[in-house]
């Protein structure tokens, strides 16, 4: 018996920031590929909730696009140097801000992926790509959509015809509202920065126009389009990055790549509020790995999941005590199933060949409700009506246990296949997988050891190489090294007797 499958009835819609209504996601029918590019976090502190909404948001999208069979190239950045990250450092004492940066580069990982977030095809950061943004403001120079002065490189939005297109807002009344500014040579005060002159104590790269570093809105013009092509189709990110950050993502693409190109649709989801005010790390928040301790991470991807994405979801510990609730009951419902069922290895073979009998009523109902969480994730990524019909399927399970007989085997079979494929698109019941499909404990194998045996090789073999790269002041390089191995969950550890690498 097939696991039931996600089938499109219709194009899915999106709501576009740009255009201001749904749009579809148009794609080629022959090997259909999804591109989406997310602007991730600026790491100089422990992420909070809300910092968490997007990229639980996207991981759904991503899982959902995949199961009604597209290809999904999904790219997300880190901000790992910027003023925040360089301020952050010098309060803390700490000498280099990329320490630091590497540091909650790390711990976000680590709550990321304890709420069963996907890794992404690529997690780029900006001290990755130095060269590459080099290359990408040349290019936006060369064609006269930017100057020089004192060292840095700014981007001349008035030569831009239609800036400003995605937040509506207007350039004189910006101009006449922002203050004057102490940058050397700048010629508008809504002028930003390409690239900045290094300030003494500043981590810096060298540039054809002196010693410096990326500005914030480069990276992800450059990024974006070096991992997805000059034009991809969505980018998102919060509501509070519609302008200036994206406003000048927009501006730079199209003064490096021709108006039009750059991102098809864009996607800007809401905060998590505490007592009606944004959650940020500038003011009241709760961090991630607080809440992660208090509750499970599936009710916290639950209480996030909980409000259409274009709207706010306020924080409360009687929400999360809600959705602990929610989560039991779906979980008892699929022990209830799995229980009834009684399965054991050959009978399962047996299920697995049996045909399903579309007229049976029970079928068809699991059936209708299998449409309508396709038809809500179809219809702008609906979460809420998806999870709605998630514990619709689990009622309709609950009856059909309580009216259990040999009839009801392959519609209880069938229905709870039905939850599980839903449950895995939102990231829930995740544990509940190995009860289905392997009623034993598997038997211990030596494949953990060795791939642990692995990663120790390998880390070993970077850090040899990383050694190598500090000896020759290459020091780029070297953190480009430590940035990795944080990514395969190694901590580096300079100490009084040498390099050592921590795995968690």
Known sequence: MPIPTIELKDKIKVYDSLTRR????????????????????TTYDYPHVGSMRGPVFFDVVRRF????????????????????????????GMPNALELSAKFNREYYRDLFALGVRNPEYFPKVTGHIKRIIEYIKVILDKGYAYVAEGNVYFSVKDLPGYLKLSGRNLDDLRQESRQTDELGKRDPLDFALWKAQKPGEPAWDSPWGPGRPGWHIECSTMSTMYL???????????????????????????????????????????VTFKGGKMAKSGEFFRARDILKEY?????????????????????????????????????????????????TEEREENLRSSIDNSDPDIVLANTIMDGFTEHMSNDFNTQGATASMFEMANHINKLVVEYDDSKHISVNWSLLGLMRMADILGILQDKWHKIYFLEDAPATGIDTAIAERNEKLGRLLLELRDKFRAEKMFDKADMIRNRLAEMGAEVQDTPDGTKLKWE
């Open 22 to 41: 749904e749009v579809e996601l148009a794609l080629p029918e022959e090997h259909p590929v999804v591109t989406i590019y997310v602007c991730g976090m």
């Open 65 to 92: 696009l995949r199961a009604a069979g597209y290809d999904v190239i999904y790219v997300q950045n880190f901000t790992d140097v910027d003023d925040k990250t360089i301020a952050r450092a010098n309060e803390s």
């Open 229 to 271: 092509g000059d034009t991809f189709d969505i980018h998102g990110g919060g509501q509070e990055l519609k302008f200036p950050h994206h406003e000048n993502e927009i501006a730079q693409a199209e003064a490096h790549s021709g108006a039009g190109t750059f991102a098809r649709i864009w996607m800007h989801y809401e905060w």
């Open 296 to 344: 499970d991470p599936e009710v916290v991807r639950m209480f996030l999941l909980s409000s259409q994405w274009r709207k706010p979801i306020d924080f409360s510990r009687e929400k999360f005590d809600e959705m602990h609730t929610a989560r039991k009951r779906l979980a008892t419902a699929v022990d209830s199933a799995v229980e009834k069922l009684g399965w054991h």
